[in-house]
């Protein structure tokens, strides 16, 4: 059988990564960025290793006969870095599906239809996923900024927006301190899990823990809301488990000071690998001099994204909760 475009790619892309893997003391992750920099730039760059140089001066040749798109180039490099993702030590902050990213591409594209320009960001970008995942689903021109602490996922997240001709501003930091980046109109995240070891800076925040360490999926939403325009959204990947902790009241006090609740959808369990890593997707409305927020929020429990004709129910669905609670509102 005749491969496919992104299972030739995607070969193509292991096969070098494991190469260079051969020949240097890097993870898979680490020689993936280099084996996607070299497609990117068409160029080997000088290696102390000749047989590595000969090796990806072969590897390079192979690339001159593929055709591909801009979609078969973010499903190979996904799959590749799947891979990767197996060993890396981020577990707390593992890929966002492909299925989710695009879903939230959809409902990013519902809240933004009245913009004529976007401003985007990701404070927690990752390998870039979720966020090349929306830009690919709005139709107006997106001015986008990520950040992301780990230096080889944010590797990673740069080629990777490069391969996809992708443009955007990313900040190599601790997400949670402050970033030189004005309120954009809509922030996108899968909220890393877990405590945020910097006490000091938690401390600056509303959501700081009285005693010992702060929850670092609070700090982010906070984080989130602080980086959005008056008016503006957060779509945020919320682990199922969010309003269920000791700092529940303060949670849910700080959120009905400074946004209002748009909608929850809970996104099916064949979505992630166990009942403890299940997630929703939680719509939040920056509150503003001119918000009123929605009457009657989204409330969703998602079918199985494999279920297609129940799928397309539950979009209808949401598209005529959207033309009533959100674009007749901004019609006005």
């Keep these: 059988m005749e491969k496919t475009n992104v299972e030739q790619l995607y070969e193509w892309m292991d096969q070098t990564a494991v190469n260079i893997q051969q020949y240097t003391d890097e993870t898979y ?7 996607l920099e070299l497609l990117f730039f068409q160029q080997v760059e000088e290696e102390q290793n000749e047989l590595l140089a000969h090796t ?8 001159e006969s593929y055709t591909f798109t801009k979609d078969d180039i973010r499903s190979s490099v996904q799959l590749a870095m799947l891979k990767g993702m197996k060993d890396h030590t981020q577990h707390q902050h593992e890929m966002t599906p492909e299925t989710v990213a695009l879903f939230i591409g959809y409902l990013s594209a519902q809240l933004m239809e009245t913009k004529e320009k976007v401003r985007l960001f990701d404070p927690a970008c990752g390998t870039g996923t979720l966020l090349t995942g929306v830009m690919k689903q709005l139709t107006q021109p997106v001015v986008a900024s990520a950040s992301e602490v780990d230096q080889t996922l944010i590797q990673l997240a740069v080629v990777n927006a490069n391969l996809q001709k992708n443009e955007v501003e990313f900040f190599h930091q601790d997400s949670l301190r402050p970033f030189l980046l004005d309120p954009v109109d809509l922030v996108v995240v899968d909220l890393p899990v877990g405590y945020y ?8 925040y509303e959501l700081a823990a009285e005693e010992g360490h702060s929850y670092a999926h609070h700090l982010f939403l906070e984080q989130s809301l602080h ?7 957060v779509v945020a990947v919320i682990p199922q488990f969010l309003f269920e902790s000791d700092q529940t009241d303060q949670l849910h006090a700080f959120i009905k ?7 929850v959808l809970e996104l099916p369990k064949t979505a992630f690998k166990s009942e403890k890593n299940r997630k929703s997707i939680f719509i939040l409305e920056k509150k503003g001099s001119e918000t ?16 297609v004709q129940a799928m397309e129910q539950i979009i209808v669905k949401i598209g005529n909760w959207f ?6 509102k901004e019609g006005k």
């Design 29 to 35: 992750l680490e020689s993936l960025t280099r084996a």
């Design 56 to 63: 990806l001066k072969e590897a390079l040749k192979e690339t």
């Design 197 to 204: 070891p910097d006490d000091v800076q938690a401390a600056s």
């Design 227 to 233: 980086y959005t325009v008056e008016g503006g959204y």
């Design 257 to 263: 000071e400074h946004a209002h609740i748009i909608g």
């Design 292 to 307: 009123t927020g929605v009457q009657q929020p989204l409330l969703v429990q998602m079918p199985s994204f494999k279920e």
């Design 323 to 328: 033309k009533e609670h959100i674009h007749s």
